[in-house]
């Protein structure tokens, strides 16, 4: 069974840009979570997707936004990109939604803002 | 109340010996404590987890030990090997959330 794919994997871009990253979860896997990884703050829940509608948000400004589709795919977008938002974004799925679930992660898409 | 508190941020241990990674809590509504291994350039892997009705639980040469008055859990890795070099997170759950809060994450070397 392939795993969490997120695409792209690199992305450079420049302030005040906008982007959007893609995973694909685990076949069956229902649920959807995006976690921002950083040196200084390390793994940090950003939202949290299941059967298209989103469950949990963490503490993030309005400019991280997500979504899911109805194959449960799921995309995330940051608008206005700032310094700071450069991190390794990281896609997590699991079968359910129940908080005890394994979270099985992708490789992460490493965002560069200049 | 959300933060999970982990220690050492860095760790060397000679091949063969038990490094030991604990994490401390204070949310009681947490019911669900995995440990993430992640490699350079890879996304955390599961290595182990438990629930708080338990105190100790092993899969290969992993251990958890869970002290729930405490609040604190640890991970101990028996007869580490170099392959073993990697950084380490502890995190917690609650029911109804897939919301993991993750520890700082533990560089551990083994040296050979």
């Known amino acids: 069974k392939a795993g969490v794919t997120q695409t792209p994997r690199y992305l450079i871009k420049t302030r005040g840009q906008q982007v959007t990253l893609s995973c694909s979860p685990i076949s069956g896997h229902r649920s959807v979570s995006w976690y921002q990884q950083t040196p200084g703050q390390g793994l940090q829940f950003l939202f949290e997707y299941f059967s298209e509608t989103q469950r949990n948000k963490g503490n993030f400004p309005g400019r991280f936004s997500g979504r899911q589709f109805s194959n449960s795919r799921s995309e995330m977008n940051v608008s206005t990109l700032e310094l700071g938002d450069s991190a390794l974004y990281l896609c997590a799925s699991s079968l359910t939604a129940g908080g005890r679930e394994t979270q099985y992660f992708g490789p992460g898409t490493r965002l560069l803002v200049l | 109340q959300q933060q999970v508190k982990q220690s050492p941020q860095s760790l060397i241990v000679q091949k063969g010996g038990i490094p030991i990674i604990n994490c401390a809590y204070e949310?009681?509504?947490?019911?669900?404590f995995p440990w993430y291994q992640q490699f350079p350039g890879k996304g955390p892997a599961l290595l182990i987890a438990i629930r708080p009705d338990v105190s100790e639980k092993k899969e290969g040469r992993f251990t958890i030990s869970f002290n729930k008055s405490a609040k604190q859990f640890s991970l101990h890795i028996m007869d580490s090997q170099p392959g073993d070099s990697a950084t380490y997170f502890c995190a917690a759950s609650m029911t109804g959330a897939q919301k993991l809060v993750f520890g700082q994450g533990t560089r551990l070397t083994i040296n050979p």
């Open positions: 949310n009681t509504a947490f019911d669900y």
